[in-house]
């Protein structure tokens, strides 16, 4: 992928249709329906997985979208709205839309480094 524009942390929440599947029939639904569009557009768009259901009964996954731009990252989510992974295996709980150390490159600044 070429230079990260935009990050997206979508916060969703598994629902009981997909908890409900065998563990084998989630990853085979992942493979099938999934992964072909995130093979569609991964010349402009990543995808990292986060499990966070130890921690918090609001949401039970991260979703983290690094895209080259707006534009890849809308494509891939209107793509990804025509399937059961958007609002039925999953609940969109929270769309947080980010610009990594937007607030040093807009002052011309270094941002801040943590070691």
């Known amino acids: 992928m070429s230079v990260t524009v935009l990050s ?12 409900g599947f065998p563990v084998e029939e989630r990853f085979r639904l992942l493979r099938t329906q999934m992964e072909p569009i995130l093979q569609r557009h991964s010349a402009e768009v990543s995808l990292r997985f986060f499990d966070i259901e130890f921690y918090s009964a609001r949401v039970t996954d991260l979703w983290l979208w690094e895209a080259s731009s707006h534009h890849a990252y809308e494509l891939l989510v209107e793509e990804l709205r025509e399937t059961p992974f958007w609002d039925r295996y999953f609940s969109i709980v929270e769309i947080l839309p980010g610009v990594e150390n937007a607030y040093a490159k807009n002052y011309e600044q270094q941002p801040l480094l943590a070691s």
Not at 8 to 19: C, I, N, S, Y
């Open 8 to 19: 997206v942390f979508m916060l969703v929440k598994t629902t009981p249709e997909w908890l």
